[in-house]
């Protein structure tokens, strides 16, 4: 078989699944009625970007479209990027399973919110944005593609500059000392060492 379809095929393979258990996730904890909303406006076309930006892939995958900007790698960094993307999509997964019902795609507090230091959440305060830069680096990797790498990459930067601290401020507005303690103990992106 064609090495490029392989990697077209493992691509779709670490993205339509996920995002379909992803869904799954979401229908069996649909989130509260919001009580906080933080830049809504902001926020939503920040959302929609990222849902936009998600579709790429498939679109990688399906057509050729994208093949403006495809260049050479070896064949061992598209096997890592395939790794770095599966990676990805499980971090993805455990970060909405932990979440549940507290997950918004914008800056929200819903009714009845609770501080999640659990599962993925013990380790990094932020494992959904962890996944969105595996999820760029594997991208770009498996696809070697720098369109949709690249599109993914920043993406993720911008999320990174422009959300983080906005999004800990808000949450040590609602949690006060609890939220604060909970950032010591754990990394922001991974998970602290010392
Ligand atoms: C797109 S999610 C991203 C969550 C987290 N920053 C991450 O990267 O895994 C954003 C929403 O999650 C909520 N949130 C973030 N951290 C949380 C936590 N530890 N427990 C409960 N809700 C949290 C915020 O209220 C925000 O509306």
New binding site residues.
């Given amino acids: 078989m064609n090495h490029d379809l392989v990697f077209r095929i493992l691509l779709l393979a670490c993205y339509i699944p996920s995002q379909l258990i992803r869904q799954y996730i979401l229908r069996k904890n649909p989130h509260a009625k919001t009580v906080k909303s933080v830049n809504q406006r902001r926020e939503l076309l920040m959302y929609r970007i990222g849902v936009g930006l998600f579709v790429l892939p498939i679109f990688y995958g399906l057509t050729n479209w994208l093949d403006f900007a495809s260049f050479t790698l070896p064949f061992w960094l598209r096997w890592t990027g395939f790794g770095i993307s599966l990676l990805a999509a499980v971090v993805l997964l455990l970060?909405h399973q932990a979440?549940g019902a507290?997950?918004?795609?914008?800056?929200?507090?819903?009714e009845n919110?609770?501080?999640?230091?659990r599962g993925?959440?013990t380790y990094?305060?932020?494992?959904?944005?962890?996944?969105?830069l595996l999820s760029g680096i594997g991208t770009l990797l498996l696809s070697a593609n720098w369109f949709i790498g690249a599109s993914l990459l920043i993406w993720f930067w911008i999320m990174y500059l422009g959300?983080?601290n906005h999004?800990e401020q808000?949450?040590i507005s609602?949690?006060g000392e609890q939220?604060e303690t909970?950032m010591r103990s754990t990394g922001r992106l991974l998970p602290k060492i010392l």
Avoid at 113 to 117: A, T
């Fill in positions: 970060s979440l507290n997950w918004t795609g914008q800056l929200n507090i819903q919110h609770v501080l999640v230091v993925i959440y990094v305060c932020h494992p959904m944005y962890l996944s969105f959300r983080i999004e808000v949450m609602e949690f939220y909970y």
